[in-house]
């Protein structure tokens, strides 16, 4: 959700490939800069002799907006908030389940399902996911100050404090913190009290953060003390030396982000080489080089391989409390939590 945020924050510059390259013998990923790493999916490299083509966008709402102008690709990496609006949008087609070599194996906590019910058409098939939780600076924010997420309305941390500037993170920190986890079933009660608690915390921030960057040199700096962050900010002033922690078990509990593929209409180029692709993502050969940049892996089987110790270094061990996972909301829903939270940030 990162790693994923050095990738929101990277300038969509970076060379949007034409929909001539995708031939019919190939394949066109439409990605964030940094997934075109040939260790994620290393499997349909030894199957092809090389990484698919890619194409590149610096967030969703560009990648839709190109997609919507006809752009053509076969297939995009986009977070599970958004999944809804493209399905409603017509440019998705659902995945073939019985071509998904590891469908089985995903975890049912990231799809929202028992996975292998085969009830509903499957248009998002999660690859990556990642957590996020308290992080603050452990040499002057006692535990039990972040014991629960009051923190972020507690006086005595005005002007110290930040939020992502990232709806789908603000409002999973507002539902939680107001007794939801899961806001796929939100009401407008719901809504309306998450939306006042972030509205009341307001005032207490120093600023709202936008990349994970930005957010360990607020933290460096003692600007903030304390700011709800990506699991990545763990390992990242870990390595640099800083008194980082990483609450994930406030009372409240602290929720997960995920991302997944989806397969495009009207791709050019190969359907098998889409699964050949979406296959080698979900292999258990890929669960250490995501691990690696910072991203926990879809494939359950895979990631219990991993010793807890290692998986808690970077934020995305097991925990005791409650979990909200970022999964697809109705589009409604979202536009009304977006339109909300940018009046909250104008201060309105």
């Known amino acids: 959700m990162t790693a994923l945020a050095r990738l929101l924050a990277t300038s969509a510059a970076c ?6 390259a995708a031939q019919d013998d190939s394949l066109l990923v439409f990605d964030y800069p940094g997934f075109e790493n ?25 990648a839709f907006q190109k997609l919507r102008s006809g752009f053509r690709a076969d297939v995009s990496h ?14 998705l087609e659902p995945w073939d389940t019985s071509r998904i070599e590891h469908f089985g194996d995903l975890n049912s906590n990231l799809t929202g399902q028992d996975v292998t019910d085969g009830t509903e058409e499957v248009y998002f098939v999660p690859t990556d996911f990642g957590s996020t939780a308290i992080a603050y600076n452990a040499d002057e924010v006692p535990e039990e100050d972040v014991a629960s997420l009051d923190i972020f309305a507690n006086p005595d941390y005005a002007g110290r404090l930040t939020l992502p500037d990232n709806v789908d993170d603000a409002y999973a920190l507002a539902y939680l913190a107001t007794g939801t986890t899961n806001w796929q079933d939100a009401t407008d009660e719901q809504f309306q009290a998450a939306s006042d608690w972030l509205r009341e915390v307001h005032p207490n921030l120093r600023t709202y953060w936008t990349d994970p960057a930005e957010l360990s040199q607020l933290l460096a700096s003692g600007e903030v003390l304390a700011g709800w962050a990506w699991n990545e900010t763990l390992p990242t002033m870990a390595e ?7 609450a994930r078990e406030p009372e409240q509990g602290s929720s997960l982000w995920l991302c997944g593929y989806v397969n495009l209409q009207d791709g050019e180029g190969s359907e098998e080489r889409a699964y050949d692709f979406l296959n080698a993502l979900l292999a258990p050969s890929a669960t250490q080089p995501l691990l690696d940049a910072g991203y926990g892996h879809s494939n359950q089987a895979a990631m219990s391989e991993i010793g807890d ?24 829903l979202r536009q009304r939590q977006s339109a909300e939270f940018e009046k909250i940030k104008a201060g309105f």
Not at 15 to 20: F, G, P, Y
Not at 79 to 91: F, M
Not at 322 to 327: E, K, S
């Open 240 to 246: 640099q030396g800083f008194p980082i922690g990483f």
């Open 309 to 332: 110790e290692a998986l808690t270094e970077v934020g995305l061990g097991p925990i005791d409390a409650p979990v909200l996972a970022q999964l697809p909301i109705d589009g409604e």
């Open 78 to 91: 986009v977070c599970a908030g958004s999944v809804n609006k493209w399905i409603e949008a017509g440019i």
């Open 38 to 62: 040939p260790d994620f999916h290393s499997n349909y490299v030894e199957q092809h002799g090389d990484s698919p083509e890619f194409a590149y966008f610096g967030d969703e709402e560009e």
């Open 15 to 20: 060379c949007l490939a034409t929909a001539a």
